[in-house]
């Protein structure tokens, strides 16, 4: 399966994961965290396992210790109290062997829930409409893969806590409950009224998580942004700009943080008090009881040590119900993240034609907005395969737009652009995109060698090819006088290359892919006239097949071309 598929298909298994019908937010949490908690079944049972072992070990040493008071210690049996000695020590190694087994077990199961995540999360992202929020917001978008860490870690340690806390309260209030009905109904009594108190707040708890979600994307966006846009910054003399918009995005997340921990911190006080308050209700009434001989000394040990222990996941259910209450905002995230649409970009089944095709327009309209200003009205022309076409007109009319509705980045309002008499829309996003390709006029540039960032679309690419398509691009001789040529590492945005560079190396990367059609959009505007017209010159020499459309400003490009498109 081809990269792309594979990235397809992953979006697809993230949607079915968030898809829940019906419920609320706790609900749709729940049955995430059991689907991905499947996934890792085979890792998450044994975790499991061992922790309820932990669970049970808690009961043994009280227990022990009951009998040694009772049973033992007034016997004088040396013997039994070495027997409960050695049981006590073993009971030590268990715990530790299953303590470690626990940790590694669910820690093994949460980096592999955190791949299963990440991965097809960021193929979402990558197959996200050019129109959706997240690609225009990138601090929500980094915001929203924080919250994947939060999830992963809540489907293996949240579970098991949840699991173990839940399985540890039932075990101790039913032994309270054996031991001693009274003690155990007004301790069973103290942990529900603090489980009331969480589902009170619950939907508070979720307010303030939400604020907060939104509150870290602001601060996120502008610190990305001012890193990127620092050398702007700079010709503007705007660092004090920049410094004033991080304190107060700063300062509101603080403030939507502080509104988190005031609440979190108030369970936490719930839970503590609710431990408090078991280990005083035994110390009154079982000490009650044992004054008036309703109760043995070792019992009354085995009932506080029981108490004891039953604070412990008492506590554990707090927390683990304050990161649920937090996770329903990263369901929430994710979820719509995953929900779409989402752009289908493998070419499956993809062959070069031997005869490229003619793409007509008819009467092509849009508009950015239902309602707004037509960008586009009424637009037709034919091209067929090997003619050279520039798109002229004045900034904002449109010029850019058909170039993205060529490319299948926006549909039409109105109208039909139709590929070998096919509709566009009727031929699959990642067979249109290889047979389609835009060169733009700003060119990004990733970490990486010139020859990682040339076969970013053509990875099998050989070296000769990568020599022939920067030759065309009159890029050649240039690369070949770097320090390593083809293998000098070129730092994220291209620092070590000039605008013109750039765009040139935009158009080797488009030739590496042997497209139909070749859209110019501005794409020698960084080019001083002659080497403009070596570039266009030998691309329109060497691709004699390819339909090229330039779109353009000036006047030297429109005149290689055999005909204009004019956009008004």
Not at 15 to 42: H, I, K, M, S, Y
Not at 116 to 133: G, H, I, K, M
Not at 180 to 188: E, F, L, Q, R, S
Request: charged share 20%; net charge neutral.
């Amino acid at each position: 399966m081809s990269a792309d598929r594979a990235g397809d298909a992953a979006v697809a298994w993230l949607a079915r994961l968030f898809e829940v019908a019906g419920g609320g937010d706790l609900r749709r949490l729940l049955t995430v965290l059991v689907r991905l908690g499947l996934t890792q079944c085979r890792r998450m049972v044994p975790a499991l396992a061992a922790a309820l072992v932990l669970s049970v070990l808690a009961l043994l040493p009280p227990a022990l210790l009951a009998y040694l008071i009772d049973e033992a210690f007034p016997a004088h049996d040396a013997m039994a109290v070495a027997a409960i000695g050695a049981a006590l020590a073993l009971a030590a190694l268990t715990d530790a062997a299953s303590a470690v087994a626990r940790r590694l077990l669910a820690a093994i199961a949460g980096i592999e829930m955190r791949r299963a995540v990440l991965e097809p999360a960021f193929a979402a992202v990558l197959r996200l409409p050019a129109d959706r929020q997240e690609v225009r917001d990138q601090g929500l978008l980094g915001r929203t893969f924080e919250e994947v860490e939060r999830l992963t870690q809540g489907a293996t340690e949240g579970l098991l806590e949840l699991a173990l806390g839940l399985g540890t309260i039932v075990v101790l209030a039913a032994a309270m409950l054996v031991v001693n009905p009274m003690v155990g109904a007004i301790v069973i009594a103290i942990v529900t009224g603090l489980a009331m108190v969480h589902v009170l707040l619950a939907r508070i708890m979720r307010g303030r998580e939400t604020a907060w979600f939104a509150a870290r994307s602001r601060y996120w966006g502008h610190l990305v942004e001012a890193i990127a846009y620092v050398a702007t910054l700079r010709f503007n003399s705007a660092h004090a700009f920049a410094e004033r918009r991080f304190a107060e995005r700063l300062e509101h997340d603080l403030a939507a943080q502080l509104a988190v921990v005031r609440l979190s911190a108030l369970f936490d006080a719930a839970g503590r008090l609710a431990g408090g308050l078991i280990t005083a209700a035994i110390a009154v009434v079982g000490g009650l009881q044992v004054i008036h001989g309703g109760m043995s000394v070792g019992d009354f040990v085995l009932f506080l040590a029981i108490g004891g222990s039953l604070s412990v996941p008492v506590l554990g259910l707090v927390k683990t119900f304050d990161d649920l209450q937090a996770m329903t905002v990263s369901v929430a995230r994710l979820g719509a993240l995953a929900a779409g649409p989402h752009e289908a970009v493998a070419a499956a089944g993809y062959v070069a034609s031997a005869r490229p095709a003619p793409l007509a327009v008819d009467g092509l309209g849009f508009r950015y907005r239902a309602g707004g200003r037509p960008v586009l009205g009424g637009l037709s022309f034919t091209l067929a395969p090997g003619d050279r076409v520039a798109v002229v007109g004045p900034s904002g009319i449109g010029k850019s737009t058909l170039a993205g509705l060529l490319f299948g980045v926006r549909r039409p309002d109105g109208g039909s652009i139709t590929l070998g008499g096919r509709r566009l829309a009727e031929i699959p996003l990642g067979q249109l995109r290889r047979r389609v390709v835009v060169v733009p006029h700003e060119i990004d540039v990733f970490t990486g060698t010139v020859a990682d960032n040339m076969t970013i679309g053509a990875p099998a690419a050989s070296l000769a090819g990568l020599r022939k398509a920067a030759a065309v691009a009159g890029l050649d001789a240039e690369i070949m006088a770097l320090p390593q040529g083809y293998d000098t590492l070129l730092g994220q945005g291209g620092v070590d290359l000039s605008a013109g560079q750039k765009q040139r190396l935009g158009i080797a990367r488009a030739l590496l892919l042997d497209p139909e059609i070749l859209i110019l959009d501005e794409s020698t505007s960084a080019l001083d006239a002659a080497t403009e017209a070596r570039v266009l010159d030998a691309l329109l020499c060497e691709r004699a097949a390819t339909t090229i459309v330039a779109i353009t400003h000036r006047d030297s490009v429109a005149q290689r071309m055999q005909r204009a498109i004019p956009i008004a």
